[in-house]
């Protein structure tokens, strides 16, 4: 040690020796923090000396009075537990033998009890305490337990007083647990939702909290232990009196689709009553293809209908969710609405090869409308027309075209039934009901 710091420790001490007088009558016996008479002495003493090395970080020769500060008057100074901890995180990390460096985690694993024999606030402590036994003995299982142990006890004792760090370990701790086999899947998810019930509260308090429940979601999302079960019966009970509270909804939409939920019927239920708060044609149309994935077309059309309604929807989008409606329309087999689906469709984007294909196929299928057997497969005419259409704006659908084209011409009426009817090939011809549309008159090979 430098001759400068050297002095300063010894005037230090010199220093209390004209105190002692005063507090040489207290002792541990009467409950007071030094010794009697000589005992009195050697406590202010030590404690004086190893706070001076403390301070330059010489911990090695802070050791020796800080031991006997630890050992002979442990009411002394709560500090000195606090600082103990300082010290015996650098012996450890220096230490080379595995038998020596647990010796040293024994003995900072004792400063903490010691500490809250002496000076209470548990759950301070217990949290301290369990991280730094999982930061030295994580690759010891019956070691994560035990600092599992501490970080709920100190959770459940501080509530929302609760470190972030304490938060975020006990999380990892129990993933830890479960996936060697010491806890079950619920234990795990009952003890994320306890602390996300903590963290949702103190989210505005501190840019530390937005973090710890990034990182604690991340871990569980990671762990595949947030199942479509355990989520339905955590939110299930709450979804009645929370259901007009746009965060909770988001947290139910959120969960639910991360861990790929989002076909529940709760997750259905909590984004009909998000639309209901805060509608718009795009949470209009994520509603609709839920119920598409779900095969409920007509809840489908219900919100396909809202979305083209919407209001600064490009052309092209709304295009797109036109051909939707056309497709779940002919679902529904409303093959009318199908038909006039698909024409807004290609209506905004001219090039909708899929638009085109599937107006013709909505038309085939509308034909038990439209009368006798000539007029029903007059339909075919304007279906071809739609088929040559699309491959024509369209190569993508080309193949899909050319089938339909070769498949339904045996459906054309024959040269006798046009002939009968006084028209023949390339004469116009208007197909009525909700087709209607002039076509060209064709006749099968």
């Known amino acids: 040690m430098k001759t400068k710091a050297l002095k300063s420790v010894l005037l230090a001490v010199l220093s209390l020796l004209f105190v002692l007088p005063v507090i040489s009558q207290k002792g541990i016996e009467d409950g007071s923090k030094y010794g009697k008479g000589q005992d009195s002495i050697n406590c202010i003493k030590n404690l004086s000396l190893y706070r001076e090395f403390f301070k330059h970080s010489n911990y090695k020769d802070a050791l020796d009075p800080w031991q006997t500060v630890f050992g002979e008057c442990p009411k002394a100074s709560e500090r000195m537990y606090v600082e103990g901890i300082t010290m015996y995180r650098s012996f450890i990390e220096s230490a080379s033998l595995p038998e020596r460096k647990d010796?040293?985690?024994?003995?900072?694993?004792l400063i903490y009890n010691r500490r809250a024999e002496y000076f209470?606030?548990?759950?301070?402590?217990?949290?301290?305490?369990?991280?730094?036994?999982?930061?030295?003995?994580?690759?010891?299982?019956?070691?994560?337990?035990?600092?599992?142990?501490?970080?709920?006890?100190?959770?459940?004792?501080?509530?929302s007083k609760s470190r972030d760090a304490v938060i975020v370990t006990f999380i990892s701790a129990s993933i830890t647990l479960n996936k060697a086999g010491k806890i079950e899947?619920?234990?795990?998810?009952?003890?994320?939702?306890?602390v996300t019930a903590i963290i949702d509260k103190l989210l505005g308090k501190s840019s530390r909290w937005p973090r710890a429940k990034a990182s604690i979601d991340d871990n569980m999302l990671k762990s595949g232990l947030l199942t479509c079960e355990a989520l339905n019966g955590y939110f299930e009970p709450q979804f009645q009196a929370s259901q007009d509270d746009q965060k909770f909804l988001q947290k139910i939409i959120t969960f639910y689709t991360a861990t790929g939920c989002d076909r529940s019927d709760l997750y259905v239920a909590a984004s009909e009553k998000m639309y209901e708060i805060e509608p718009g044609?795009?949470?209009?149309?994520?509603?609709?293809?839920?119920?598409?994935?779900?095969?409920?077309?007509?809840?489908?059309?219900l919100y396909l209908k809202e979305a083209v309604r919407g209001t600064g929807v490009d052309n092209a989008t709304k295009a797109e969710w036109y051909y939707e409606l056309a497709i779940v329309t002919s679902a529904n087999e409303d093959y009318c609405d199908a038909i006039r689906y698909a024409r807004e469709a290609v209506g905004l984007k001219g090039d909708y090869g899929k638009a085109y294909i599937v107006m013709g196929d909505a038309i085939i299928a509308t034909r038990d409308n439209l009368g006798d057997d000539f007029e029903q497969r007059s339909a075919f005419w304007v279906a071809a027309d739609k088929y040559a259409k699309a491959k024509s704006v369209d190569l993508s659908v080309a193949a899909d075209a050319n089938k339909k084209l070769n498949d339904y011409s045996v459906q054309y009426p024959n040269h006798e039934e046009i002939f009968f009817r006084d028209m023949k090939d390339g004469d116009s011809y208007h197909v009525k009901g909700c087709i209607n549309e002039y076509t060209t008159v064709r006749s099968r090979k």
């Open 103 to 109: 010796e040293l985690i024994d003995t900072m694993l």
């Open 281 to 301: 044609p795009e949470s209009a149309h994520n509603l609709a293809i839920l119920f598409i994935a779900k095969h409920d077309f007509h809840k489908a059309v």
């Open 120 to 159: 209470g606030g548990e759950g301070n402590i217990w949290g301290r305490k369990g991280i730094d036994l999982l930061r030295y003995r994580r690759a010891d299982i019956e070691a994560v337990n035990e600092a599992y142990g501490y970080l709920k006890e100190s959770i459940d004792l501080e509530k």
């Open 185 to 194: 899947d619920n234990q795990v998810i009952d003890d994320y939702f306890m």
